[in-house]
């Protein structure tokens, strides 16, 4: 989220409106200004292994942290619902 007062087209937004941004729009920005990354991975079971990884195992580990990210927050909202639920059920 980014807390920026902005003017847009539609009007101006406010400082706590969220700006929200697609996997697509991370990997775009990625490949516009950054072109071709690389990194070094440690290799847990060596002390002095690296392995270069690409551009594309680099987009790939994001989205799956951020998949796993939303998958978490689901399940906590799944979760609030049931006690929200339970709690209805007491009452």
Known sequence: MINNKMSTAKGDLEEDTPIEYTSD?????????FGEL??????????????????????????????EQCEKQAKQVDEMEVDKSECELIY
């Open 25 to 33: 729009d991370l990997f775009g920005f990625m490949d516009k200004f």
């Open 38 to 67: 690389v990194c070094l991975e440690k290799q847990d079971d060596h002390t002095d292994l690296w392995i270069p990884q690409s551009t594309c195992w680099i987009k790939q580990s994001i989205y799956l942290h951020l998949r």
